[in-house]
Every structure is written in structure tokens, then in C-alpha cells.
């Protein structure tokens, strides 16, 4: 079929050079920086012998390994075939859905093992790591592949590490306010994840622009197949969210809670997405996009709050309403958030991540509020919010107030991160492809 | 292709007001109901604290979460991607598959956490639930999705959900009645999942007979990548198979034991499947289905034995047989079921569910009654087959036989479930496709 | 499209009685020799019970399942979903690359379980098995599944079983001699599956060799979807490949360092890869073949290394090489060794496995030759290296020398027994395809 030439065109995706010097380079700087700073935790290191001596540990149960590891596989799961796939949904993108998810996440966990590092993990002079760092490195990263959802199909891979490096950055020092700073609770990253990594993809598209996406039109849709390929992306992540909200709740309860809380909404959030699904349609037939995505805002929504004591019921309340609203959200919003604010969300990740974020947040403020020693118990209480040292004498509606603030301050880090980090890769130097090109593979792809 | 218009085409599918109504509605009816009843149980509520205390225990290890998440996330694995890819291999009802069962499964384990709460986790008024409830939910829609295998392609989405709210109470009324009742053994199901399942929908497939089904005769088969797609299905549901038979036995050896046993059985069945498959076809060669259906007879037939001593010979024995039984089925009983008996079973669950969950039954049956002290030691005796309170004193023999009564009434609750159930979706009110658009996504997703 | 009929056309692919015949005989093999010597070790015994007081053990969590299983599964999922996945890149031989791989490993981990049994869990004539079995059974059948990846398209299912019979045997005698008789340390298996199984099966495919094999160049391709099936069995070797190396260390930092190292090297690995297959390329695009295999090279070059003190940034390094090495391969050595050495490797198992297995023998040598008290521990030390009994007096030195005959002892058995198995592959009564119909399910499927 004969397409109209643009001027775009001319544009270069040559990669050749650039993008094995920027993987080549930044691999010898992960190196050289892994080696300065980086080593074993103490659970990890053969000195643990001792340690658990010390510790008067009586078994190697105690080791945080076996509390965690099956979880972080279930969360290394969602963030390599769960977003990957997920994004395969484009009937001619699927390598670069795939791969370049594969490509991003693979150098964003080793930069986000340094920052988070930094911040999180660091004693006399090393960072010291273990089976939680590693998950907390696959979650700072899913912020990332939610961004990719949003300009999916119309960057370069060399765009795309350029984004990783500087969203791993902030998210790092987002996250350090909101956990260390505002003492914030957010195992689940409702607002440090889904919120951030959202607003600041949809910042960055916004940024990016293209006014003649139009020409690419005829791929921007599925084929039933790749439909099916996005399902398997869907599934897991909807399957493995409850790993995912409680990766790294505190031992006990706290984990098996949030599981539940999680396991409850995301239930809940299938039955309201494929009832407005339906009731959208005018045919009231079912769209697979929604099925998709929709059906996920549950697990987003809870990601908060999952570990507090939501309650089972308090869950299916808002896993039913974040269906709903994503699924609007799919009919209304995106269209809208395209022709009038010219934001182009390939994946729409305004109505999977950026709302069911937002409510997340403030579930998560109001249920943190509404706490009491009643509920949690006394003990528990102290526990879940970690009231302890400086933070003896907070009361659960300030810590609300910090948790409301938590999301404020996440949208600002996204928005002005979004701004900064959108005008550099608009520079024209990273390789993207023409209009015309997008969500085709042959750009980058021998096929 | 122009094909003949029959008086089916008059059929009405539009579900626009009443799949929204239905989902919604019974949404609502299960936060109402949660909201009464469900609470967090003691090991995944914030006084756990206090109960450690109270209990005595030194390490939040001893949470139940951390002996059965990680089986409870393959059992969760089965039931959305296991069994929504393996009824994939339809040419042209992907999205039905796939999308159906996730649609069920989400209401389902909603339904059974209320149902089987009732029955098994109510405690001053309140169901209290933690992830052994996540898990029997699980199961309890498990049964909901073999019986989706023989309706496969004919149904409408709400005559599933309609079918699920029935079947999942029917299922755990039977359940109640042999673990309770009868104080049956049967961890992994082979009763009260498989045999229950199967021959429910096997019943509801013939109320619901459509004698016009050849017109949609084409649509029937597979296509080289639904087959592929299919195979995700199978191996998950093989490769995790031993997790879901070991996800509720008793914590340490009997979970340990049930692994090893159905990891024993399933091995075998491969080997008998791949032999019978192509013993049974003139040109010797393998057929996809019997690759993908019979391979998991194994795991069927040794879901109430395996956490027995069944000991790994005894699993390969009985893995051999089902493998055969189950191919063989595929090959001669199949066409028999539906030229004779008017049971048109799409997936052939009668050779995958029912028959090797009687097999199962019965060489659990046997295994009971061939239990010696000897055999388990005086403790695992009686800790096995929880030989204590009212049933101090019952015998091996005895067991087997109330063991074997397990069987008859899972068969009798079947038969007359599946009647009265078919009878209900029968109602012209539902939404089901005319014969020559069965097997066809077209008819309810938006393609 | 008219193709020229060959001799080769007259070979008899016909498997009805061939294949069912040594399926069912060798199934019955295993249902006497499970039955004579296959019991359940004491942990997954009903005696359990006394067992644990003996022990003084005051929780079920001591026993080895909730040490093991979790990795169990990802093992499990590697194995079938993994391996099978990944050789489904061929256009028309999905089925054959799942289907005859989970053949020959559902055949292969009975085997190894008696194998290895006899070597290893032999105790009063009898095979005591538990999860650990269940995981080197399937580590075992890892090095078949390595084999097959050379020869995939252009044998049969009995070719398949047979090699299995004899692989799995020589790989339990090689395992033997490293573990027992050198007391080398090898838990990923660098030396043992991937050095072992890669030369095993290249020296297979090299007598195999077929001279004619240009006549099915063009199914030797992948199609779009099929590189997206392939992905799938990419991305979960990847991302459980920490479960791989970590699945049978010792309990507690152990395995917790295994998952880190090896997370690490598999993250730099994938750089190094996309690095290098833009540079390879005159045009600068990205190859999925490099993408499919080489991003797991890492995985393989720590396999001997992961549980010693290697450190995350050793790991960085040892898995960018790897992907480097792997990527060259691909591009250069790949058909050097098919046009020079007639040896063709379908899955280029040269690059992936072998290389890689080389250098982590090696990088195992130099880790353990390097070790410190100071490192390690004293008790770590002696932990990590099993540095008691007869071995107490081995210093690091002399234990990397017996590393470094580990790795020879295991290239001379794949060459010797390569040869031998590959002759005996090569008689003509195992109903193997015509050089014009390799790569084509057609010949053992119904498509």
C-alpha cells in the first residue's frame, strides 16, 4: 500500500552507533558504581553464620528470604511479561511492547538498586542488599513501564533509557519524601507508583506531542491475536497483584492482609468493568480494551490502603468503583484527553493508573484516618503505622493529612519531572521514528 | 461466505441492559453481604500482634499465609490462566474463553468466599477469612470452569453467571456434606471438584442440547496458533498442578507427600497420552487435543489420594491409567456422549473432569481403606485421616466406604443440580446465540 | 508450492506402533522400578510426625518443602513453559517444540528421579525422595531439554526418548563424579546441565548431521507470532532463573545470595545483548534471536558462582560478558560451525549454553579458588565449600583446581557420550523426517 511521504521521513532511527553506546556505557558505570558501593546484606552474606548467633536466630527460616522471595517472583513476573505483554496488544508492535519493556526494566532495576539504595539501604559507606531491595527495585521500575504505556509506540529505545534513568531518579526522591520524610504508608505504591509513574508518562507524552499521529492510524488498533498475547499480560498482573500490594508489608499479618484486601478489590473490579463495558457500547458488546486494562484499576486502587484494615468489604467497594471509573474513563476520558489537551495515551494509562492511582491515594488517606486502637488493636495499631521513635504521637487523622500530602506532593514531582524530562527527549538527537512510522516494529526490529 | 439464515438468527444477544444489571446487582448484593458478614481471621487482622502472644508464638513464620501463599497463587494461576488459554484452542472464540471465565471466576470466588464461609469459617456471626479461604474459593469456582468447558462456545455471558451462582452454592453444599457429613477426605478434589463439575455441566450441556449445532460445525476446530495458545493453558495447569492438590493439606508432610504424588502421576500420564494418541489414529500421529486435555487426567485422579500414603509407584499406576482412560475417551466416547446421548461436551470434560475424578474417588477410596497404622505411624494415622473427637474410632474400611459414599453424592448432586440448573438456563431470557453463531466471539465482543 | 521429491521422501515417519510401543514400555519400566525402590523420604512421610519430635523440631516450617518449593515450581515452569516456549520461534513447529519437550522431560524426570536416586538418596535399598529430588530431576532434564534445542526439527519423538534414556543416565554419572568424587560445587548447574547438555546434544547434532538440510531453509524461520510465543519461554527462563541457581543451595544466605548474584548477572546481560545486536547489524536494528537467547546467558555463566561470595557487581560483570559472547556467537560463530564443522544447531544452544557454560565453570574456579576466610566467615566458609570430613583440609586453591577438572570431566562425557548416543540416533528404524520436511509439525502432528 502507497502512503503519503512526509517531511518525517527524513527523520534518522539509525541506531547503530547510539544505542549500543549508551547501553555499553551506562553498563560500565552500573559496574564501576555496583562495585564502589553495592554488597550482600547481612541475610545474604556468608557471615550470616554469626549473625544469626547474634541475632539468636534458631532457624534459617527467620531469613528474609523465605518471607518475601515468592513474592518478588510473582512481581518480577508482572513487571517482564505482566507490562510487557500487556503491551502487546498493537498488531504490529508486539517486539517492541516486549522488548523494549525487557530493555528499560532490565537497566532500571540496576540504577534503581543504587538510588533506592542510597536513600534506603546505605551503611558506612555501602548499600547493603537483599531479597526487598530487589523487589522495591522491580516496583520503582513498574513506574517506568506504566510511563512507556503512555508513549508506547512513538519513542526510540534510546529514548526510553534516557526516560528510565531520570524516572528511577525522582521516583527515588519521591519516594524518599513520602516514606522517609512524611513517614507516609504506601506498600502497594498507589501514589509513589501508579500516581507519579502516570501523571509524569502522561507529562512526558503531552511534551512529545505529535500533531500527526493520525498517519499511523491503521496500527494503532489490535488484531485478534495480539489481543489474546495482551491477555496473558493481564492476567498476570491481575493474578499476581496480591503479591504485588503486600511484597513488602511488614511479616504476618500485615502481608496476609493485604493479599486478601487486594485479591477482594481486583474481584470486584472485573464485575463493574465488563457491566459498564457492555452499558458503553452501544451494541452493549464487550471491548477488549477494557477488559484489559479496566479490570486492573482494583489492585491499583488498593495499593495504599491494602495493608491497613481496609476491611474485605471496604475492598469490593473500591475495586467496583475504580472499574467503573476506568472503564469511563477509557470511553470518555481518553478521547477527550487527545483532541482537547492534546495528550496521546497509546495505552491509556490515565484510566488504568493515573485515576485508580489518585483514589488509591486517598482510600489510603481516609482509611489511615479513620484508624483506630479498637481495630488494629493496640500493638498493632503502633505497627501498622509505624508510630514509633519521632512519630510516637501522631494521631491517625495527621497521618491522613500526610498521606493527602503524599499525593500532592507526587503529582508535583511528576508534573515538573514530566516537563524537564519531555523537553529532553524531544531533543533530536535519541533516534524517534516519524509519524508515519510509529507502532511499527520495522523501525527497530529486523522482522 | 453467504451461510443460510435460520429461524436462530431471530435470537436476541443484545446484552446491553441486562449483563450491566446482572453484574452490577449481584456487585452491589456482595458488598452488602461482606459488609455483614466477612472479616479478616485471626492471622490477617492487626491484633495478630497479641494472638502471637496469646499463642505462644515465636515467629510470624507460623502464619498460615507464609505454609500456602505461594500454592495459593498456582492455584490462582490455574484458574484464570490454566483454564481460560486451555479453552482457547477454539478458532475463533478467544476472547469468549478467556474473557468468560475471568468474568466467572471473579464473581464466583466472590459467591464461594460468602458460601463456603458460611459453612466452614463462621465464628460469632462472622465468616473470618484467610488465604485457606482464598484457596477453597479458588476450588469451588474451579468446578465452575470444568462445567464451562462442556457449555463452551453456546452460552451467553449471563447465563455463566447465572450457572456460577447456582453451581458454586450447589458445590459447596456438597462439599459441606462429605467433609463434614460424611468427614471425607478429598484435598485435592477429585470429588468435589472434578466429579461434582463435571457431571453438573455434562447435565446442563444435555438440558441445553442444540440439535442445530453442525451449522457452526466449522467453527468448532482449532487453528494453529489457538492450539499453541491452548498449550499455555495445559502446561500451567500441569506444571502447578501439585501445588493445588497439596494447597489445603494439613501443614509439613502431608503437603510435602501430595506434591510429590501428583508430580508422580502427571509424569506418567504424558507418557500414556502421547502412546494412546497416536496408537488410536491411523497415521500414528499425535492429535493436539489429547496432548492438551488427557496429559491432566493424572492430576484428576489422584486429587483425594495424593496426600495419602499413595507412595510415588502407586501415583504412577494410577497417572498411566487416566492418561489412558482419558485418551481413549477423547477418541470414542466423545462422539458417543453426542450422537447418543445428546451430551455435546466441547471441551471433552467427561475425559479430562469426570471420569478421571471417579477414578479419583475410588483409588482414594481404596487408599483409605488400605491405611495401617504401620504404614502412617501411630500419630500421621490419626493426624491423616484426622481421626479424632466423634471419629476416634472409625476404621480404614469404614473411612473407605464414606469415602466411596463421597463419591454417590457428589454424583447425585450433579445430576440433579445440572437438571434443575439447565432447566433454569433454558429460559428464553439469557441471551444465547442461534447454532450457527456458537463458537463465534463475534456475537458478544466487539472484534 | 511444487518442491522437488528427494530419496529422503521415502523415509518412513510412521510412529503408530513405534512410538506407543516404547512409550508404554518404558512407562511400565518405571511403574516396576518406582515400586521396588522409590519411596517418600522421611519429610514427606506420614511418619513425620515422630520424625519431627526425634528432631526436636518445633514447626512444620523446618520441613524442606517451604525451604525448597516455591523454587520448585519456577524450576518446573522453566522446564515446560520455559524451554518449550522458547523453541516455539519456529513458523510450523510449535507443536513439536512443546509438545516433544514436555515428552521427553515428563519421560526424563521419572528417570532422573531413579537415577539420581541411586546415587544420591540411597538408603537401605531404597530411594527416598522430597522436593530436592523433585528439583534435580528437573535440573537434569534441563540438560535434555539444552540437547534438543540443537537437534529440534530434525529427529523424532522415539529419537527424543531415546536420548533421554541415555542422557539422563550419563548426566547422573557425570553429576556423580563432580559432586561426589571431585566435591565440586555446582548448584546452577554451569558445568553439570549447561556444559554438559550443550556439548552433549552439539555432538549429537554433529553425527546426526544432514547434509541436505538447505532443502527446508525456509521453515528454519520464525513468523510474527511465533517470535511472540518464543518470548514467552524467554521471559520466564529469565525472570526465574534466580530460582534456578538458588533452588538447591544451602538453606538460608545461600540461597538468598544465589537470587541476587544471579538477578544481577541477567540484568547486565540483557544491555550487553540489545548492545551488541544493534552493532552486529549493518542497519543497526535489533535481532530477536539475540533477544530470545542471548538475554539468558547471564543466567547460565553464574550457575557455578551464584551461591559464592560473587558479589552484585562480579554478577554485572560475568553477565555482561556473557551477553556479549552470546551475541557474537550468534552472529559469527553459529554458521561458522554449521558450514566449517557441520554441526547444525537449530536453537543455537552453541551461544547459549555451551560459551556461556564454559565461562561459568570458569568464573565458578576463580570465585572459589579466590575465597577468604575474611569473605566468608569462618563458619560461612566451611559452610559454602562443605569444607568437612575428608574435605576439611581442601584449601580454596585446590578446590578451584577441582573446579577446573569439573568442567573437563563434563565436556569429555558430552563428546563421548554425544558420539555413542548420536550413533545410535543414527539408525534407521527410530522413524526419523526427510531433510525436505524437517521443521514441519505436519509429519508427527494432525494440523
Not at 116 to 145: M, P, R, T, Y
Request: hydrophobic letters at 45%; a negative charge.
Amino acid at each position: 500500500m502507497e502512503r503519503p511521504r512526509h517531511q518525517g521521513m527524513a527523520k534518522n532511527t539509525y541506531m547503530r552507533w547510539r544505542l549500543p553506546l549508551v547501553c555499553l556505557l551506562w553498563e560500565v558505570a552500573m559496574i564501576v558504581l555496583f562495585g564502589v558501593f553495592v554488597r550482600f546484606g547481612p541475610e545474604a552474606d556468608a557471615h550470616w553464620e554469626e549473625e544469626k548467633k547474634e541475632l539468636n536466630l534458631t532457624s534459617d527460616m527467620e531469613n528474609d528470604f523465605y518471607f518475601r522471595y515468592p513474592s518478588f517472583q510473582d512481581v518480577h513476573v508482572m513487571i517482564f511479561v505482566g507490562f510487557g505483554f500487556l503491551m502487546t496488544f498493537l498488531k504490529r508492535y508486539g517486539f517492541g511492547a516486549v522488548g523494549f519493556n525487557f530493555l528499560l526494566a532490565a537497566f532500571g532495576i540496576q540504577w534503581a538498586l543504587l538510588m533506592q539504595g542510597w536513600f534506603h539501604s546505605f551503611k558506612n559507606g555501602k548499600i547493603l542488599v537483599g531479597v526487598e531491595n530487589l523487589i522495591n527495585a522491580d516496583f520503582c521500575v513498574g513506574s517506568v513501564c506504566i510511563a512507556f504505556g503512555a508513549i508506547l509506540g512513538k519513542t526510540s529505545p534510546i529514548q526510553l533509557l534516557v526516560m528510565t534513568l531520570f524516572q528511577v531518579t525522582l521516583f527515588s526522591v519521591n519516594e524518599y519524601i513520602l516514606l522517609n520524610l512524611l513517614h507516609v504508608k504506601d506498600a502497594g505504591g498507589s501514589m509513589t507508583i501508579h500516581t507519579f509513574g502516570a501523571y509524569f508518562g502522561l507529562t512526558v507524552t503531552r511534551i512529545l506531542y505529535r500533531p500527526n499521529l493520525e498517519q499511523s492510524k491503521d496500527k494503532q488498533g489490535s488484531v485478534y491475536h495480539s489481543d489474546l498475547f495482551a491477555m496473558i499480560g493481564t492476567l498476570y498482573l491481575w493474578m499476581y497483584w496480591p503479591s504485588f500490594n503486600s511484597a513488602i508489608s511488614e511479616h504476618g499479618d500485615a502481608q496476609h492482609r493485604s493479599a486478601i484486601n487486594t485479591y477482594c478489590s481486583l474481584a470486584a473490579c472485573v464485575l463493574t468493568t465488563m457491566a459498564f463495558s457492555s452499558m458503553l457500547q452501544k451494541k452493549g458488546k464487550l471491548d477488549m480494551v477494557h477488559i484489559q486494562n479496566a479490570t486492573l484499576a482494583g489492585g491499583v486502587a488498593v495499593g495504599t490502603s491494602a495493608e491497613m484494615m481496609l476491611t474485605p468489604y471496604g475492598s469490593l467497594i473500591v475495586g467496583s468503583i475504580s472499574g467503573i471509573v476506568s472503564t469511563v474513563g477509557y470511553v470518555y476520558f481518553t478521547p477527550f484527553l487527545e483532541s482537547r489537551l492534546h495528550i496521546q495515551d497509546t495505552c491509556g494509562i490515565h484510566n488504568l493508573h493515573a485515576m485508580p492511582g489518585l483514589i488509591g491515594g486517598i482510600v489510603g488517606a481516609i482509611t489511615a484516618a479513620a484508624a483506630t486502637e479498637d481495630v488494629y488493636g493496640k500493638e498493632g495499631f503502633i505497627k501498622a503505622f509505624d508510630f514509633t521513635g519521632e512519630y510516637q504521637t501522631r494521631t491517625p487523622s495527621v497521618q491522613g493529612g500526610f498521606q493527602a500530602a503524599g499525593i500532592v506532593v507526587s503529582l508535583l514531582m511528576a508534573f515538573v519531572g514530566g516537563t524537564i524530562v519531555g523537553g529532553i527527549l524531544k531533543l533530536p538527537i535519541w533516534g524517534d521514528a516519524a509519524a508515519e512510522n510509529c507502532f511499527e516494529d520495522e523501525v527497530y526490529w529486523e522482522v
